[in-house]
C-alpha cells in the first residue's frame, strides 16, 4: 500500500514538476490567471459574443419583414376600390394602418415616417374598368430603406396583378370565351421559378449566416490584441518570454490558446442557433465547417498579433481592429456581389479573411458542393497568418525595449 502510494506520489509529483517547468503551460497557466482576473478579457472573450448573438436573433427573429405599414387614399369610393385595399391588406408583406380623403395628408404622414407607401386609386376606377379600358393605380414607396422598399413593391404589385388577371379572366368568360382559352389568353407564358439555396427568401438566413462570425471575428481581433498589447504597454513583455524560455512562438501559443478554445466555444454555440434553432441548411461538410471556424479564429489571432506589431499602440490597434472586422462584411460579397464592384473595392475585398470563409460557407452549408472548391479559400488564410510570422522580430523588440513601455 505504500509503495502504491510513493508511485502515486512521485507520479504527481512529476507531473507538477513539468507544468512548472514546461515553458508552454507556463505562459498557459499565467494567461488564465490573467483572464480570471480581469472582467475585461470575460467580457471580450464569453459575454460580448453571447449578448451580441442575443441581439442579432432577437432582430431577425421573423425572417422576413412582414406588415409594412400602407396608407390607402381611396377617390373611387367603390366595389372594386374596397376590393383593391382589401387584397392589398391580405398580403404578407403590408398592413393597411390609415386611409386618407386626399393625397397631401397621405404625403404629409409618409414624409413622417409613419408609412411606407401609399397606394391611390383614382376616381372612377371602377367604371373605366367596367367600360374594358385598363387604369393605372398610382403606388408611392418610400426606398430610403431598399430592403422595405422591395418588398413592399413585390407584395403590392402581386396582388393588383392577381386582381387585375382575374377581372380579365372573368370579362373574357363573360365574352363567350372557354375558361381554358380564357386563362391561355390571360397568361400565355408560365414562369417556372426555382429558387436556389434560399427558397424561404428568409433574410435570417442570409444575413446571420455573415454577422454571427463576424462577432467571433470582432471580439477574436479585439481580444487577441488587447491581450498582446497590455504586455507592451504594462512593460511585463519581458516577464512573459521568461515564461516562454524566451521563445516569442511558445508565448504566443500559449497566451491565445484561452481565447482560441472560448472562441471556438462561442463558435460552435454558433452553429447551434444557426442550424439547429434556426434552420440555416446545411448541405455539405458540418466537419469541414468547424475546421474553417478554427482556422479563421488562429488567423485573427495573428492578425492581433500584426497589429500591434505594426502600431505600437494598444488604443489605436483596437479601433484599428473594429474597423477593419466590421469592413469584412461590407466587402464579403455577401450584401453587394463582389463582381459588381469598381476594381479597387474588389481587390480590396481580399485583405480580409472573412471573404474567403464566406466563400466556404455557403459552399459548404448553402450549395452542398464537395470540399475541393472550398480548399481554395481556406488555404487563402495562409498569407495572413505568414505576414503576421514576418513581424515577430519586432514583436519581440517592443516586448523587451522599455522605450515602447506605459505609451500604448
Same mark, same amino acid.
Given at each position: 500500500?505504500?509503495?502504491?502510494?510513493?508511485? =502515486?506520489?512521485? !507520479? #504527481?509529483?512529476?507531473?507538477?514538476?513539468?507544468?512548472?517547468?514546461?515553458?508552454?503551460?507556463?505562459?498557459?497557466?499565467?494567461?488564465?490567471?490573467?483572464?480570471?482576473?480581469?472582467?475585461?478579457? %470575460?467580457? !471580450?472573450?464569453?459575454?460580448?459574443?453571447?449578448?451580441?448573438?442575443?441581439?442579432?436573433?432577437?432582430?431577425?427573429?421573423?425572417?422576413?419583414?412582414?406588415?409594412?405599414?400602407?396608407? $390607402?387614399?381611396?377617390?373611387?369610393?367603390? !366595389?372594386?376600390?374596397?376590393?383593391?385595399?382589401?387584397?392589398?391588406?391580405?398580403?404578407?408583406?403590408?398592413?393597411?394602418?390609415?386611409?386618407?380623403?386626399?393625397?397631401?395628408?397621405?404625403?404629409?404622414?409618409?414624409?413622417?415616417?409613419? +408609412?411606407?407607401?401609399?397606394?391611390?386609386?383614382?376616381?372612377?376606377?371602377?367604371?373605366?374598368?367596367?367600360?374594358?379600358?385598363?387604369?393605372?393605380?398610382?403606388?408611392?414607396?418610400?426606398?430610403?430603406?431598399?430592403?422595405?422598399?422591395?418588398?413592399?413593391?413585390?407584395?403590392?404589385?402581386?396582388?393588383?396583378?392577381? @386582381?387585375?388577371?382575374?377581372?380579365?379572366?372573368?370579362?373574357? &368568360?363573360?365574352?363567350?370565351?372557354?375558361?381554358?382559352?380564357?386563362?391561355?389568353?390571360?397568361?400565355?407564358?408560365?414562369?417556372?421559378?426555382?429558387? +436556389?439555396?434560399?427558397?424561404?427568401?428568409?433574410?435570417?438566413?442570409?444575413? %446571420?449566416?455573415?454577422?454571427?462570425?463576424?462577432?467571433?471575428?470582432?471580439?477574436?481581433?479585439?481580444?487577441?490584441?488587447?491581450?498582446?498589447?497590455?504586455?507592451?504597454?504594462?512593460?511585463?513583455?519581458?516577464?512573459? %518570454?521568461?515564461?516562454?524560455?524566451?521563445? +516569442?512562438?511558445?508565448? +504566443?501559443?500559449?497566451?491565445?490558446?484561452?481565447?482560441?478554445?472560448?472562441?471556438?466555444?462561442?463558435?460552435?454555440?454558433?452553429?447551434?442557433?444557426?442550424?439547429?434553432?434556426?434552420?440555416?441548411?446545411?448541405?455539405?461538410?458540418?466537419?469541414?465547417?468547424?475546421?474553417?471556424? @478554427?482556422?479563421?479564429?488562429?488567423?485573427?489571432?495573428?492578425?492581433?498579433?500584426?497589429?500591434?506589431?505594426?502600431? =505600437?499602440?494598444?488604443?489605436?490597434?483596437?479601433?484599428? #481592429?473594429? =474597423?477593419?472586422?466590421?469592413? #469584412?462584411? !461590407?466587402?464579403?460579397?455577401?450584401?453587394?456581389?463582389?463582381?459588381?464592384?469598381?476594381?479597387?473595392?474588389? $481587390?480590396?475585398?481580399?485583405?480580409?479573411?472573412?471573404?474567403?470563409?464566406?466563400?466556404?460557407?455557403?459552399?459548404?452549408?448553402?450549395?452542398?458542393?464537395?470540399?475541393?472548391? =472550398?480548399?481554395?479559400?481556406?488555404?487563402?488564410?495562409?498569407?495572413? &497568418?505568414?505576414? #503576421?510570422?514576418?513581424? @515577430?522580430?519586432?514583436?519581440?523588440?517592443?516586448?523587451?525595449?522599455?522605450?515602447?513601455?506605459?505609451?500604448?
Amino acid at each position: 500500500m505504500n509503495k502504491k502510494q510513493n508511485i =502515486a506520489s512521485n !507520479t #504527481a509529483g512529476k507531473s507538477e514538476s513539468f507544468f512548472r517547468t514546461n515553458p508552454f503551460f507556463r505562459v498557459f497557466v499565467r494567461e488564465i490567471d490573467l483572464m480570471s482576473g480581469s472582467t475585461i478579457y %470575460l467580457f !471580450t472573450t464569453l459575454i460580448g459574443p453571447l449578448i451580441s448573438f442575443v441581439i442579432l436573433l432577437s432582430i431577425f427573429s421573423d425572417g422576413v419583414p412582414r406588415n409594412l405599414p400602407v396608407g $390607402i387614399v381611396d377617390l373611387d369610393h367603390s !366595389t372594386l376600390s374596397r376590393k383593391i385595399t382589401m387584397w392589398i391588406g391580405a398580403s404578407p408583406e403590408t398592413e393597411i394602418t390609415m386611409h386618407f380623403p386626399n393625397q397631401k395628408e397621405a404625403y404629409r404622414q409618409m414624409e413622417q415616417g409613419k +408609412l411606407d407607401a401609399i397606394v391611390i386609386i383614382p376616381e372612377g376606377t371602377e367604371k373605366c374598368i367596367l367600360k374594358g379600358n385598363s387604369q393605372s393605380i398610382p403606388v408611392f414607396i418610400n426606398n430610403a430603406n431598399m430592403l422595405k422598399g422591395g418588398f413592399l413593391q413585390k407584395g403590392i404589385y402581386k396582388s393588383l396583378a392577381t @386582381l387585375s388577371g382575374g377581372i380579365k379572366l372573368q370579362m373574357a &368568360i363573360k365574352s363567350g370565351l372557354p375558361e381554358r382559352q380564357a386563362k391561355a389568353n390571360i397568361q400565355p407564358v408560365k414562369l417556372q421559378q426555382h429558387v +436556389l439555396f434560399n427558397p424561404f427568401g428568409n433574410y435570417s438566413y442570409f444575413l %446571420l449566416s455573415a454577422l454571427l462570425p463576424l462577432m467571433i471575428v470582432l471580439f477574436t481581433l479585439l481580444s487577441g490584441v488587447y491581450a498582446i498589447g497590455l504586455e507592451v504597454k504594462e512593460g511585463t513583455g519581458p516577464e512573459w %518570454l521568461e515564461h516562454s524560455g524566451g521563445s +516569442l512562438i511558445v508565448a +504566443l501559443t500559449g497566451k491565445l490558446l484561452p481565447y482560441n478554445i472560448l472562441m471556438f466555444i462561442n463558435a460552435m454555440v454558433m452553429n447551434v442557433i444557426l442550424f439547429v434553432q434556426m434552420g440555416t441548411p446545411l448541405q455539405g461538410s458540418f466537419a469541414f465547417l468547424m475546421i474553417s471556424e @478554427l482556422y479563421l479564429i488562429m488567423t485573427y489571432q495573428m492578425v492581433a498579433v500584426l497589429l500591434v506589431a505594426t502600431t =505600437a499602440n494598444l488604443r489605436l490597434g483596437l479601433s484599428l #481592429a473594429s =474597423a477593419y472586422s466590421m469592413m #469584412a462584411l !461590407t466587402f464579403s460579397g455577401l450584401t453587394f456581389p463582389q463582381f459588381s464592384m469598381p476594381l479597387a473595392a474588389q $481587390i480590396f475585398s481580399y485583405i480580409f479573411p472573412f471573404t474567403y470563409w464566406i466563400q466556404i460557407f455557403i459552399s459548404q452549408a448553402m450549395r452542398g458542393e464537395s470540399i475541393v472548391p =472550398a480548399l481554395i479559400p481556406l488555404a487563402s488564410f495562409l498569407p495572413f &497568418i505568414l505576414l #503576421a510570422v514576418m513581424f @515577430l522580430p519586432r514583436m519581440k523588440r517592443l516586448l523587451k525595449e522599455e522605450k515602447y513601455w506605459g505609451k500604448i
